[in-house]
Every structure is written in C-alpha cells, then in structure tokens.
C-alpha cells in the first residue's frame, strides 16, 4: 500500500520491537517480523507474501536481523518522543480507517469476482443439466430401438425356425425318394428276360411321372429369399452395433482438455464427443454417420461407395448416394447387380426418414452429346400428389423412374419430359389412380415445374418452363427450379431435343 508505516509489520500491522518481532530480511529483499516469518514456515519453505517466491528454512532465525532498519526504526521512535505531533497519523484515528478501507476494496473486489464465477457456474451447469436430460432421453429411445431390433431378432429366429424345419422335410423327402430311386434302380439291373425287362421299363416310367420334380428341381424353392436377406441384415447390423457398442463403452483414458481448468464444461462435452466420434470403427457405416459428415464420409461418398437398399418381395434394389456442395445425393433405385464388396449399404427407408416430406428437394442430371452436363435441382411441392408422384419417379420407390428417359418435346416455352414407359412422348401413365389434377392452376413462370395431367395416359409426364410463358394458359405447377434453370436453357437449343438424356434422378438430403 501506498501508506505503510515503516515501523510495522506489512504482514501483521504490529510494530517491530527487539525482542519477538525484530526486523527479518528474506532473501528475495522483502522484511517481515520474526513472528511472522516463524509462522509462515511450512515443511522446511517460506513462501513470501509479497513475490511468492520461497526460501529454504527451519528457524526464523536463519534469516538475518535488519540492523539499520533497527536503527532506523530508533530514530524514527526518539523523534516522536521529541515531537509528538510531528507525526499527524499517529494522533489521528483516521489513520486506521484508511488501511481498513483498502482492505475492506479488496474483499470487495474478491467477493465481486468469485460471484461472478458463481453465476458463470450456474449458467454452465444449466446448460449441462438440459444436456442430461437430453441424454437420458435418447438412451431411453436407443433402448426402445434395442428391444425393436431384439424383437426383429427373435422373429427371424422364429423364421429361421421354421425354413429349417421345411429344409429338413425336404431332405427327408430327398431322402425317401433316393431309396425308391435304388429300388427302381435295382428291378431293372436285375430284369434278365424280355419280359421282365419290359415290366421293369413301364414300372420305372409310371413311378417316375408319379413321383413329381425331378431332384434338382425341388431345390429351386430354396433358400427363402426373405428370411435369408433380412437374416443377414439384422445380423449385420446387429453384429455392427454390438462391436461399435463393446468398442466405445469400455472405459478410456480422459481426454487431456477435461483435466484442464480453464475449459468450460460445454468445452469439455464437445472434446469428450469429438474424440468418440473420431475413434469409432471405420467399418461401420449408419444413417447416423451421414450427419456427422467427416472426412471419411465425405471421401466415401465422393468415391461412390454409399449405396441405398430396399427389399421389395424378396427382390433386391439400390441406389448410389453422391456428395454435392455438402449436400447427399440419394440415386434412384433400380434393379441393378449387387454393389461392390469394398461399399458400404444403408437402408432406402432409413435414409428417407430425413427427408423433409412437405418441401422436398429432387434433382434431374441431364447429359447430351455423350457428356454430362451437371443437375438440375427442384423444389417440390410434396402436398399435391402430382408432386408426390414426381418424388417417387425421382427415387424410383415404386419402381419406375425418370432415370434414363429423354426430353420429349418444347410447347409454349415448356420442355416435357418423362415417359418412363415408351420414351417417345406416347407414355407415361400415372405410378398410382389416385393421382389426379389439382385443384389450383397457376399461370407459370420461369423456372416452374409442371404436371401433365390432361392426359390420363401421360399423366408422369412433367414440364420445365424456361421463361415466362407468353400465351394466356394455366397449368399445375409442382414445384420451382432452385438451381439448373440454365441447363435446362441450353439443353433446349441443343440440335436434337430428343438426345438429352436424364442420366441420374433423385432427393437432396439437406444437411
């Protein structure tokens, strides 16, 4: 402080005197009493109030007496014997006062900042308890997806159950049906006379039309295309969570930001999360793993090694998911070959879930020339079946897609397109009978995507709209080129309309 008095203690505010609080200088060149300097040895260290630095000792006494402090200190004493009042502060009350003033600001001052960390606290910890909550609640829905996917197991176990008992009815019939075979086998190795051999032929043939399919024939009905593919779904994924599962709960060393104070708890829940989401298995590849989007995603994606599949009757479908502009690109699904052994396969149905099903986002990749041109992305107004039934031609859930087909046609500043059925403009019926026109008309501008529904026939059939449309018409619109608009200009004064193709069709996911 900016007052001390010479002839105390900074520490103790007693004044020094020669017997138990004679000046100590430390050797870092601040002086306290004796009494102070004994008490603040601590396992053989003195740490100074003032620098904080320590010093080695066991006594007080090993650290040397300030002489001339002393004798300055005498002085000082006799000349306020000589004059009292020299020396205002020692008369005036007031003196105290100040000193406790200055302490009384600093407890303010510590009080003030440690409230502080008080309320910081109690933010922090608000955030963390919503976190809690949180938590528990997708614990409890992963929960509840366990006992579905336990559920599923059981099922199949049941369904495994009951083609191994058919398997095995039809060996037994394998079985019974060789025995006869070697019977019949054996009257004609043994027939000697004409007339037994005769018998032995006509019985052979008899029993041979009597007895059904041929062996090989009788396998044509396994396996069961059903139960063997979601066997080995549920048991992939399964298996991939059980690993995923096993891998992750086993307990690790924490992250090195947790031990660090400085960080704030909402710092320490991130870094804790990044580091799990960074360890887990490379092999394993969920819905869940397209919304992290990391680098590994990115590269499979860009590497056309995400595909989309759907089980329909036994029948196996896919569609290859790509990356654009960090958005998913869900390929439409088609009757195609198995993807390769290196790809990694998700469930259509899971993927779709998030799809925001009132304003879907479809894309047209058109080519021409044997080159492909780029995408045309399209807003779709999912609440009208016509534009229902342009997102399922994009993805090819039902089956048909615009995948493939040409552009057909340009009328009043429209270019058609998507005869799935013939490809000449002739085609194109409706995918369900409950479509039907809308009950709103909008004269369309540029950019605005069409439904042709005058025309049961064609009714799959859609339009783009490469500018404004001059004559005085209304038309369905199904939704607005967000992207492409462009494309669509330039495939339009491409010489043969009818070469440009749409090689790809399908939904954006959004992320």
């Known amino acids: 402080m900016n007052d001390e008095n010479p002839l105390e203690c900074t520490l103790c505010y007693e004044e020094y005197n020669e017997t138990g609080r004679r000046p100590r200088c430390l050797p870092c060149g601040h002086t306290f009493c004796s009494s102070c300097v004994a008490s603040s040895i601590f396992r053989s260290k003195v740490t100074c109030p003032n620098c904080r630095k320590e010093h080695f000792a066991v006594t007080e006494m090993q650290f040397p007496v300030s002489y001339g402090m002393e004798a300055l200190i005498r002085k000082l004493r006799e000349s306020s014997h000589d004059s009292p009042d020299s020396d205002p502060r020692h008369s005036d009350p007031e003196y105290v006062n100040k000193r406790l003033v200055n302490l009384k600001r600093e407890q303010e001052n510590s009080l003030s900042g440690l409230i502080a960390e008080c309320v910081d606290g109690c933010s922090q910890l608000d955030k963390y308890l919503v976190h809690l909550v949180d938590w528990k609640t997708e614990h409890i829905e992963l929960i509840a997806k366990l006992r579905n996917l336990m559920e599923k197991s059981e099922e199949e176990i049941k369904l495994l159950e009951k083609e191994y008992h058919r398997a095995m009815e039809a060996r037994e019939d394998l079985e019974k049906l060789q025995q006869k075979l070697k019977t019949q086998e054996m009257c004609v190795v043994l027939a000697d006379t004409r007339t037994e051999v005769i018998t032995a032929l006509e019985t052979c043939s008899k029993w041979k039309a009597a007895a059904g399919p041929r062996p090989s024939r009788r396998l044509d009905l396994f396996p069961d295309l059903n139960t063997v593919f979601t066997s080995a779904k549920v048991r992939t994924s399964t298996r991939a969570g059980v690993?995923?599962?096993?891998?992750?709960?086993?307990?690790?060393?924490v992250p090195l930001l947790v031990r660090n104070t400085s960080a704030t708890i909402q710092d320490k829940i991130d870094h804790i999360t990044a580091n799990i989401r960074d360890n887990k298995d490379d092999d394993v590849l969920t819905t869940e793993s397209l919304r992290i989007m990391n680098t590994r995603v990115k590269d499979l994606l860009k590497g056309g090694r995400v595909f989309t599949v759907q089980l329909v009757e036994g029948r196996q479908r896919y569609g290859q998911l790509g990356l654009e502009r960090d958005n998913i690109m869900v390929g439409a699904l088609q009757d195609s070959a198995p993807p390769p052994p290196n790809a990694h396969t998700l469930v259509y149905s899971d993927v779709c879930e998030w799809v925001d099903s009132s304003s879907t986002m479809a894309y047209l990749e058109l080519s021409w020339g044997g080159t492909i041109r780029g995408r045309v992305l399209i807003r779709v107004d999912s609440d009208t079946r016509l534009g229902q039934q342009f997102v399922l031609l994009c993805t090819g859930e039902l089956g048909p897609t615009y995948k493939s087909t040409r552009f057909i046609e340009v009328i009043n500043e429209c270019v058609y397109g998507g005869d799935y059925e013939y490809n000449d403009g002739t085609g194109g019926a409706a995918l369900q009978t409950t479509v039907t026109k809308s009950e709103e008309y909008q004269r369309p501008g540029s950019g605005a995507v069409v439904g042709r529904w005058k025309d049961d026939a064609r009714r799959a059939q859609f339009?783009?709209?490469?500018?404004?449309?001059?004559?005085?018409?209304?038309?369905?619109?199904?939704?607005?080129?967000?992207?492409?608009?462009?494309?669509?200009?330039a495939a339009v004064r491409f010489h043969t309309l009818q070469e440009v193709v749409i090689e790809d069709c399908g939904i954006v996911l959004e992320l």
């Open 243 to 253: 690993q995923v599962m096993v891998k992750e709960a086993s307990s690790g060393p």
């Open 463 to 489: 339009g783009i709209t490469i500018r404004e449309w001059s004559a005085n018409m209304y038309e369905v619109v199904i939704g607005r080129v967000e992207s492409g608009l462009a494309l669509v200009a």
